[in-house]
């Protein structure tokens, strides 16, 4: 295979349009009933952007590289995947959205240059200040943006601090596999995995489900924007940007999620929302700058 010529600001780029879909997922999530479990949110919108993938593959013909994908990474990214879908809609209802969000996307980051540097891809000083700076506003920023607080869970936040690991370690591989096949033939194998993982597991923690006409509404729109789009374009953006920086970027997500808070559900978010919210994006202007400044591995 040709090497991949490197474009870091398209990477930025397109991972900034993929936190834009994923910003979308709280506020679809907000209208789904209560009777939904948790489980079913993140296992179903696995089987859906499956199925959007599969479409992908079938109508640019790219599903000619399967040998390329080495099955191992495959696994381990479907696997991360299922484990962080599973984890993270679970533990931010036990924790609430507030300290779920913050303790899953703020830890991601955190995991992924751990990992990025324990594989001898240290990141750069200037990655870490910047990362720091937007997980410090992505705390501030869903800690403050309302109230009515509910008790703390271990258990919730074990699941969101899992759901972060998950992810870092679903980006880093998935940094490898884009390297070796198209785009849209890696998430279609890692989401079929993830899928085949979720649904039974899913199906054997929260029992079976009756799915009402709004469900399967909003688990399209999880499936097919908040997912399919979101992660295609992610997958897209790896082959041009380090996976720990992908990971910190996705950090742009709660900003779209509080912008749609207040424009669509009506919140009415504090000040120090609203500051966390620019400390997320003088941080995320760091790491861009990072990043620009960095040679390809």
């Not at 009415?268 to 919210?277: I, N």
Request: hydrophobic content about 60%; proline content about 5%; overall charge positive.
């Amino acid at each position: 295979m040709n090497e991949i010529r490197r474009h870091p600001l398209r990477g930025v780029l397109m991972v900034l349009a993929a936190a834009l879909c994923w910003g979308t997922t709280g506020t679809a999530q907000s209208f789904a009933p209560p009777t939904l479990p948790a489980y079913w949110v993140g296992a179903l919108r696995l089987l859906v952007s499956a199925l959007f993938f599969a479409a992908v593959v079938l109508a640019t013909r790219s599903g000619g590289g399967w040998r390329r994908l080495p099955a191992g990474a495959v696994v381990l990214a479907g696997l991360a995947m299922a484990a962080y879908n599973l984890a993270f809609f679970a533990g931010v209802r036990a924790t609430g959205v507030a300290v779920g969000t913050a303790v899953a996307l703020g830890s991601g980051p955190i995991w992924a240059g751990l990992l990025q540097a324990l594989r001898g891809q240290r990141p750069p000083l200037r990655w870490w200040a910047g990362t720091a700076l937007a997980v410090a506003g992505g705390v501030l920023m869903v800690g403050g943006g309302g109230s009515g607080a509910q008790p703390l869970s271990a258990w919730g936040v074990g699941l969101c601090l899992l759901a972060g690991l998950s992810y870092a370690v679903y980006a880093l591989v998935n940094a490898k596999l884009v390297a070796a096949a198209a785009p849209s033939l890696v998430t279609l194998a890692v989401f079929a995995l993830a899928a085949a993982v979720a649904l039974p597991a899913a199906a054997l923690m929260a029992g079976p489900v009756a799915l009402t006409a709004r469900d399967i509404a909003i688990a399209t729109w999880l499936g097919v924007v908040a997912t399919g789009v979101a992660y295609l374009l992610f997958s897209h953006a790896l082959r041009h940007v380090s996976g720990a920086t992908g990971v910190t970027l996705a950090l742009a997500e709660p900003v779209t999620a509080f912008v749609l808070a207040v424009l669509v559900v009506g919140e009415r978010p504090g000040a120090a929302a609203v500051g966390g919210g620019l400390l997320v994006l003088a941080g995320l202007g760091v790491v861009v700058w990072a990043e620009l400044r960095s040679r390809p591995a």
